[in-house]
């Protein structure tokens, strides 16, 4: 017994005095036969209001005697005597609702409305009205009370500002704060622009699965699950593009996924386990092709969502009307380390050295690419402020991607880096079933030599390899990230509803 209340006091705090007082109210009224109604029907919305009747004259609205049926949260009140205000809110807006004693039934306003609290959802029908102020207001008829809340909510004032409650109690972030909510439909109406772009643009929507016999696409570390029927371990998808590349091989020519994606790895403004993306591939393309592919696209979004090129993040203009920068990974390092010469990219042991003093931890089978790769990571990835692609990417890092036909030390393979994060990857994509072979057994070789176990051969994609997969450009875009830019957000869990965090 005792441990069955330790366990009901860790789950459930005791009420304090406000949430007492709410709960006998409840029950007060539910012994009056109160039942949280459903018969509410609304007839129109607050930002509909607004927009139809803002701009009338108080004698016109007196003439028409509009009469409405809306629905929301109480958020704020003024008892005045026999009269009231308060404040409606509903998902698109709020407004003012004048009540008086009047017109109610008989001991309502005093029994009944005058005990509701904030939070509580109420039914208002009436009709439209502007103040001596001129606020367009509800005159109601009828008030009914179809939700009761137990639990207040937080300061009008303030609103809500303590971010691990954010996180953590999404929907007291969306009632409280009207910027979290814009934020929230912006990504919505991102993500609608971005599929009616591929739409328009002759792409077909594709699925693939979630759960992978083996982790691919990535060398990102999977979320491991067990399948009770069959008997076998699966993995959450990392990635989709092994299976994307075998629909191409089967025959269509221009396809994309907008899809979750799950990576066993760490937190941070950047990074979410659970994750959205967008992957898209093209046959008889080059990742050149692919690298303007995404600047219209960014334009194109950029437009429908702004009416304009340019958006603003933080103290930075980014305008999508302009070409954007390229530079040779080198070339990047280069510019952002002065003290590392163009011959010292050739050394190996130059670059191990440079890696020492930048404290990375290194593997015992790194190549070169390998060292360059993770010093211009280190130094230049947080660096590259305005839209930025970068080339020329190291082999080794790059087990997917077609090799560059003049030095195959590098890949045809870019990545697009936007206020220091990197937004999207793409390339030409590998075709050839034996170098494919041979980059999958070397990626195995090193990822055992750290310990990890979780990189697998992938005879099943080179199985279909071996049919023949058409010179293709692909191209992968974080969909969190990219929204953190046109909404101006600097942590990847402000456009993630429900983002993943610690344990209290």
Known sequence: MLKKNILKNKIQKPLNQEEKIRKKKLMDICQEGFNFPNNFKPNTTIIQIHELYFLKTNEYLKTKNIKISIAGRMTQKRIMGKSSFFTLQDSDGKIQIYVTKNICPLNFYSDQFKKWNLGDIIGVTGHVFKTKTGELTIYSHTLTLLTKTLRPLPNKFHGLSDPEIKYRKRYLDLISNEESLKIFKKRSIILNII??????????????????????????????????????????????????????????????????????????????????????????????????????????????????????????????????????????????????????????????????????????????????????????????????????????????AKRNSIDNTIADRFELFIGGNEIGNGFSELNDAEDQKNRFNEQILNKLSENEQHILYDKDYITALEYGLPPTAGLGIGLDRLIMIFTNQHSIKDVILFPTLRPL
Not at 195 to 207: G, I
Not at 344 to 359: A, M, P, S, V
Not at 374 to 391: A, C, N, R, S
């Open 195 to 400: 599929r009616t772009f591929m739409l328009n643009n002759n792409f077909l929507e594709v699925e693939t699965p979630m759960m992978h016999s083996i982790p691919g696409g990535a060398t990102a570390r999977p979320f491991i699950t067990h399948h009770n029927a069959l008997k076998i371990n699966l993995y959450l998808r990392i990635a989709p593009e092994l299976y994307l590349k075998q629909l191409i091989i089967g025959g269509f020519n221009k396809i994309f996924e907008i899809n979750r994606n799950f990576r066993n790895e760490g937190l941070s403004t950047k990074h979410n386990p659970e994750f959205t993306m967008m992957e898209t591939y093209i046959t008889y393309a080059d990742y050149k092709d692919m690298m303007q592919f995404t600047e219209n696209l960014f334009k194109h979004i950029s437009k429908k969502i702004n009416n304009s090129t340019k958006v603003y993040y933080g103290e930075y203009t980014f305008d999508f009307s302009k070409k954007f920068k390229r530079l040779t990974m080198k070339q990047a390092i280069l510019l952002f380390n002065k003290n590392i010469a163009p011959l010292d990219l050739k050394n190996i042991e130059i670059l191990k050295n440079i890696t020492l003093k930048l404290k990375i931890k290194v593997n015992k089978n790194w190549k070169l690419g390998h060292y360059i790769a993770q010093i211009f990571e280190k130094t230049v990835e947080k660096k590259l402020i305005e839209p930025t692609f970068i080339t020329d990417y190291p082999i080794e890092i790059s087990p997917l």
